[in-house]
């Protein structure tokens, strides 16, 4: 009998075990298919999952109604191979954070670029991050927010196919990705950083 429940619990351990320092950060860079591939690339994280964020609407839809949402991710990382300060770092010079109409050929209120913090750590640590950015581009105006975080909506349902976009139709996300600009925007905001 101990046999049959020993690989279960083993498979059961070492799935708390691997989730045991888990945390997640939600944030707005404009199209989620983009953050989702520039913060699945980071070692640390585990998952990055596109969804809306920063509206009062229930059940946000692609195709429907999300007035008053944002377009954003939601990545689990492990703290201890990657910091926030680090993925907020990644964040910076993977938008442009002096658009206030959207990102990239991506224009509209849901598309806007903004950082959810969940807690006066992520605050503090979100708002120095910001100020650096405004320092390094003082003539400038920075307008991407900090906000407080808000309910987590994952695309679902007959919408699923935007996970995982980039992996899965790797050839029309690239044309979108070129064709958007992205790339080359980002070059131009932050030289080989981004």
């Known amino acids: 009998m101990k046999k049959h429940f020993a690989l279960p619990l083993l498979v059961l351990s070492s799935l708390f075990a691997s989730g045991a320092n888990a945390d997640k950060a939600i944030l707005a860079g404009g199209c989620f298919w983009c953050m989702e591939s520039d913060f699945e690339k980071l070692e640390g994280v585990s998952d990055v999952v596109s969804g809306f964020s920063g509206g009062t609407l229930p059940n946000p839809t692609y195709n429907g109604n999300h007035d008053g949402h944002y377009?954003?991710?939601?990545?689990?990382?492990?703290?201890?191979?990657?910091?926030?300060?680090?993925?907020?770092?990644?964040?910076?010079?993977?938008?442009?954070?002096f658009d206030d109409r959207g990102q990239f050929c991506d224009k509209g209120p849901s598309y806007r670029a903004a950082i959810f913090v969940a807690n006066a750590e992520e605050r503090r640590l979100a708002e120095a991050s910001r100020q650096a950015v405004i320092e390094k581009f003082p003539n400038r105006n920075v307008v991407t927010p900090i906000l407080d975080a808000a309910t987590f909506w994952p695309i679902t349902g007959d919408e699923s196919y935007h996970q995982d976009f980039y992996k899965n139709y790797a050839l029309k996300y690239k044309f979108y990705r070129w064709n958007c600009g992205r790339d080359q925007r980002l070059e131009q905001i932050w030289g080989k950083k981004s």
């Open 71 to 97: 377009e954003v991710v939601e990545i689990t990382y492990d703290p201890e191979v990657v910091t926030y300060k680090q993925l907020l770092d990644h964040y910076w010079v993977n938008i442009d954070p």
